[in-house]
């Protein structure tokens, strides 16, 4: 591999079906490279534990799942466009995200040999109900430098199996900045040291570069005349609020459904669409509903009409409305989250994005300062 500055190893999740790791993912090392560092996603870190497994713990609970596992159900239409949608965002990631590729222990050995720096990277990577230890970086040296940028634990509180872990591996970090207050809180009280709050990765780009991403190839005919759903959540409090928003204001719906593969009984339902697809279907929208934190971001960052469900009980432990607070907070929008047909209204009221936009550029200032001085230091 050849040096142009600093090799960078971006660890964190890239080519999931859910958009906003992809996105996340895209935007960082976009960002690094820009900055004029080598940055890199490697493949996989299952080498970190075995030549040949994963995690011990984990793949012995693979293991007892395919041996109990029921007979494969039939294959069927929509089975199909997730294959298709899948298909697309590894494509995107192979384009786009400089992945470096391990195949054998081998690779994963030259991989530690040619990454000067290590970063782990934004979306839930360090949330503890579904924590993997290589997301912490305890697989890399200690004579490496380790950053994290916009890493979030999702939820409000670590809980206390998982304190420990987490002291451990995070007190060997550099600098560290996260997604949410909650975990800039949490994490400096367990750390006792400085934890910056920063923006999610997306946000480190401008509305013009993820314009340059967008296709001319939407199997959208409505062109900026409808109304855009992306809900992760399993909820679907908020069908019917649509349907009656649709037949009152006469525009169709379009949903990109989620990786839990549940089709709304409302609108016409996308499951193949790829990266390009989904943002250009935001970008070309009247209005976006959501309860996705990354369709929240690309809503501000294209300047949508939007409203936001939110998507668990905020009494519900594994909770991950903080993230969404948050956001909403930042840019003076609370008002943007709905829980009823009647708070829909909100959609009559244009956004002052003249005032976001603002927000957003001096936050982008902070937070890319605070990326590239870690970065920099002790060089």
């Keep these: 591999m050849v040096k142009t500055n600093k090799n960078i190893c971006v660890a964190t999740w890239y080519n999931a079906l859910n958009y906003g790791t992809c996105l996340q993912s895209y935007a960082l090392v976009k960002v690094l490279i820009n900055n004029g560092y080598n940055a890199y996603i490697p493949e996989t870190l299952k080498y970190y534990y075995y030549d040949f497994m994963d995690h011990p713990i984990v793949s012995a609970k693979r293991i007892i799942e395919l041996i109990s596992k029921k007979p494969a159900k039939k294959f069927n239409k929509l089975d199909s466009e997730y294959q ?203 209005y976006v509903i959501t309860d996705s934190f990354h369709a929240i971001a690309f809503s501000v960052i294209f300047n949508k009409n939007f409203a936001v469900y939110k998507r668990f009980k905020d009494t519900d432990k594994s909770s991950q409305n903080s993230r969404i607070y948050d956001i909403l907070n930042l840019f003076g929008l609370e008002n943007r989250l709905v829980s009823s047909y009647e708070d829909l209204k909100i959609l009559n009221i244009p956004v002052e994005y003249e005032k976001v936009n603002n927000i957003i550029k001096q936050e982008r200032e902070k937070s890319l300062n605070f990326l590239l001085e870690a970065l920099k230091e002790n060089e």
Excluded at 120 to 147: C, M
């Design 84 to 286: 298709i949608r899948q298909k697309k965002i590894n494509d995107f990631a192979d384009k786009y995200n400089n992945i470096y590729k391990i195949k054998s222990y081998s690779d994963y050995k030259q991989l530690q040999k040619d990454s000067d720096i290590y970063i782990t990277g934004s979306d839930q990577i360090w949330n503890p109900y579904i924590i993997r230890e290589a997301f912490l970086l305890t697989f890399v040296k200690d004579n490496k430098k380790k950053v994290a940028y916009a890493s979030s634990i999702g939820v409000e509180k670590i809980p206390d199996f998982r304190r420990k872990l987490y002291k451990r591996a995070l007190s060997k970090f550099y600098e560290i900045g996260v997604r949410e207050k909650s975990a800039q809180k949490e994490l400096s009280e367990l750390l006792n040291k400085d934890i910056t709050n920063v923006l999610d990765p997306t946000y480190l780009l401008a509305k013009e570069d993820w314009e340059n991403i967008l296709t001319n190839n939407l199997p959208i005919e409505e062109n900026k005349n409808y109304i855009f759903c992306y809900f992760v959540g399993e909820n679907q409090d908020w069908v019917d609020d649509i349907k009656k928003l649709s037949h009152k204001i006469e525009l169709p719906v379009h949903i990109v459904t989620s990786e839990a593969r549940i089709v709304p009984n409302v609108g016409v339902a996308h499951a193949d669409f790829g990266v390009e697809e989904f943002l250009t279907a935001i970008h070309n929208a009247k």
